[in-house]
């Protein structure tokens, strides 16, 4: 930890470049907002409004002041939580997307756990093996995770698994008699069901989450898997390792402790961008699932064409991408010495 | 082909291929083909590079004769034999609840997913080698805001933001590769850039501009072909992601429309009767399937073989 101030000027420019990119994100929505067809006045007075009405409430949402200066009034409106309110629910969009970004975190935070935890040894093996059929295999497993349409194999899996074989739990968060049987206090029902102490909604919410966070996990595990395998080549080539096993380590000392724990702090970097992916990607899994998460809010009011609650979904989304992709960054400059 | 002629064929085939191997070329056009011919051997050894082009190579067949090799019109609908297993009344791979033959129509798909594809990808990397060439080369403050731009977009989920230009511009094919080509520029401008950095210094570019060339002139006629070997590699790694995408699109209903026979929307009209009629959702996904699988295999192989990096 010595060079302290250079650390710190770097955390600095991290959070210049953070600012910048947060601003831009938002003034493209903006402009997405701004040159819709859809005309935002006539949305709220209707089509047989007089002349003054509609003048009256075109002045009213600041329509009439010049770009820069609505632009920075949408600015102010963001940073206080504003989005407006949604056509569909007649709620504030910020209330909506409170009550439904937990159920897309506990979907991609459980595809995560499943994602590393498969994927990081089918990499390492894949790594040890170079060439066999192992390492084909694991290459072909991964190249098919790349080529699905993830709401095909969704429907394939609701097909096979919940239509045919009845091992898990249909479509949604919980069957339908369970529905807000247990207070709901991170949202997160597999967290909420444990703190209310009720092990059977817990484990109806498992049969349901399995099957989606499954699908996701298997995106996830392509990418973790053939980045960890590049990771681990690299290390297994490095002169300390020959020196490992020539001091008589056995070769799961080896490979699991030195290789692989040199290539920790390269490996959450991936794991965070995965996670970042999984966020997005739960859009269409949450159509076919129909989870009530974001994906399934933003895709449902698209279709109703309720702008303000697509533009706060997909604002709420960017900026946690944005996040979690400078907190990958962040990680590799805190804990590889090198980068810092 | 009879005997003897197999045999010139091969006498021949040989001559071309030490022609091509020669050590010692005698004309650039011989050097050329020579390592083009290099590529194609290497490439060549790589079974499942190879058998992802074969894969492309069938779906070309598939849109370009399409009419021969249909069984039926894939418009024409018959409500009595709707939903139709495989195999039955004619229908090789089922029919969809209006009685349109669903082989036809996902031969007639191909096209579609073709045009979508060939689309984005002259479109996107065309737009991305602009950006970042121009930036690359002329540097200073346009460099600084073209990069942050570019840092901007590739910020963004890149299918929530074609979703939210989608909705923006209106459904349909050409919105689709629009909102798809706004999501795909960046990461070629990254590389145009990265390339252009490396090349501007170049003692051939200050021949070219003591000969009194302009920047425009260098950019266009110098920089530009050095470039279009590594953008080509990371189009054919991205053509999977652009048909998932825009396959995704047709699914939610904000790509090609009814009754177009874009794969992503068929299957979108056969989720509701997956549990009972299997075959309709099916289908179309299998085609979605293999497609972007043979162009993860291409651009895996041309990766290995056109990569100097990986090469030595």
């Not at chain 1, 920075?72 to 629910?89: H, P, Q, Y």
């Not at chain 1, 007649?90 to 209330?95: D, E, G, I």
């Not at chain 1, 898990?168 to 444990?194: K, N």
């Not at chain 2, 030490?18 to 194609?40: D, F, G, N």
Request: aromatic share 10%; hydrophobic share 55%.
């Amino acid at each position: 930890m010595s060079p302290f101030p250079s650390f710190l000027s770097a955390t600095f420019r991290i959070l210049i470049s953070i600012v910048i990119t947060m601003i831009g994100l938002l003034l493209i929505t903006f402009f997405i907002g701004r040159v819709m067809p859809i005309d935002p006045v006539l949305s709220i007075v209707g089509e047989s409004a007089s002349r003054a009405t509609y003048d009256e409430a075109y002045i009213r949402l600041g329509l009439d002041k010049p770009l820069i200066v609505q632009f920075f009034n949408f600015l102010i409106d963001v940073f206080r939580g504003d989005f407006g309110e949604s056509l569909l629910t007649a709620r504030p969009v910020s209330q909506d997307l409170i009550r439904v970004f937990p159920a897309t975190l506990e979907l991609a935070t459980v595809g995560t756990i499943i994602g590393v935890l498969v994927g990081v040894p089918l990499g390492v093996i894949a790594a040890v093996k170079q060439g066999t059929w192992f390492d084909h295999v694991a290459r072909v497993v991964a190249l098919i995770g790349y080529s699905m349409p993830v709401f095909w194999i969704g429907l394939i899996g609701l097909l096979v698994f919940y239509g045919i074989l009845g091992w898990v739990g249909g479509p949604g968060r919980l069957d339908i008699f369970y529905v807000d049987m247990i207070p709901s206090v991170t949202g997160m029902i597999l967290i909420d069901s444990l703190l209310a102490g009720d092990m059977d909604i817990f484990w109806n919410a498992v049969s349901h989450i399995m099957l989606p966070a499954g699908l996701l996990a298997y995106y996830s595990l392509a990418y973790i898997s053939r980045m960890t395998r590049s990771f681990m080549l690299e290390q297994l080539e490095q002169e300390y390792i020959t020196t490992a096993r020539v001091k008589g380590l056995s070769e799961h000392t080896v490979v699991w402790r030195h290789a692989l724990g040199n290539v920790k702090v390269q490996l959450v970097t991936v794991i965070a961008l995965s996670y970042a992916g999984l966020l997005e990607g739960s859009v269409l899994t949450e159509t076919i699932f129909s989870w009530p998460g974001i994906g399934l809010y933003i895709t449902t009011a698209l279709l109703s064409a309720d702008m303000n609650a697509v533009l706060g979904g997909t604002i709420v989304v960017g900026l946690v991408f944005v996040c979690l992709n400078i907190l990958a960054d962040l990680l590799y400059k805190v804990f590889d010495p090198r980068a810092r | 082909m009879t005997h003897n002629s197999e045999t010139a064929q091969n006498q021949h085939n040989q001559s071309l291929h030490s022609w091509l191997l020669s050590e010692t070329p005698t004309s650039r056009r011989q050097a050329k083909l020579s390592v083009i011919y290099h590529s194609w051997l290497a490439f060549k050894s790589n079974p499942m590079a190879m058998a992802g082009l074969v894969i492309l190579v069938l779906l070309l067949i598939c849109a370009a004769f399409a009419p021969f090799l249909t069984t039926h019109d894939p418009f024409e609908q018959d409500l009595a034999l709707g939903l139709s297993a495989p195999g039955e009344n004619g229908f090789w791979l089922g029919s969809d609840n209006l009685g349109r033959d669903i082989y036809s129509r996902l031969i007639y798909g191909s096209r579609i997913t073709l045009y979508i594809v060939t689309l984005v990808a002259v479109m996107a990397p065309i737009a991305g080698l602009f950006i970042g060439t121009l930036a690359g080369y002329l540097g200073g403050w346009l460099d600084f805001v073209l990069m942050r731009i570019t840092d901007i977009f590739l910020a963004f989920p890149r299918l929530i933001l074609a979703l939210a230009f989608v909705s923006v511009l209106g459904a349909g094919i050409e919105n689709a590769v629009l909102a798809i080509v706004l999501t795909a520029w960046p990461p070629y401008a990254r590389i145009a850039r990265a390339e252009t950095l490396t090349i501007r210094n170049a003692d051939f570019i200050s021949a070219v501009k003591l000969q009194g060339a302009g920047p425009l002139r260098i950019i266009v006629r110098h920089i530009w072909p050095l470039c279009i070997s590594s953008l080509v590699i990371r189009v054919t790694l991205d053509m999977a992601g652009i048909i998932l995408t825009a396959a995704g699109l047709g699914f939610l209903g904000l790509g090609a429309q009814p009754p177009s026979p874009e794969w992503g929307a068929m299957i979108s009209a056969g989720r509701k009767f997956i549990l009972y009629h299997w075959w309709v959702a099916t289908m179309p996904g299998l085609a979605i399937f293999v497609v972007s699988l043979a162009f993860n295999l291409l651009g895996d192989g041309l990766r290995d073989v056109l990569d100097p990096k990986g090469k030595s």
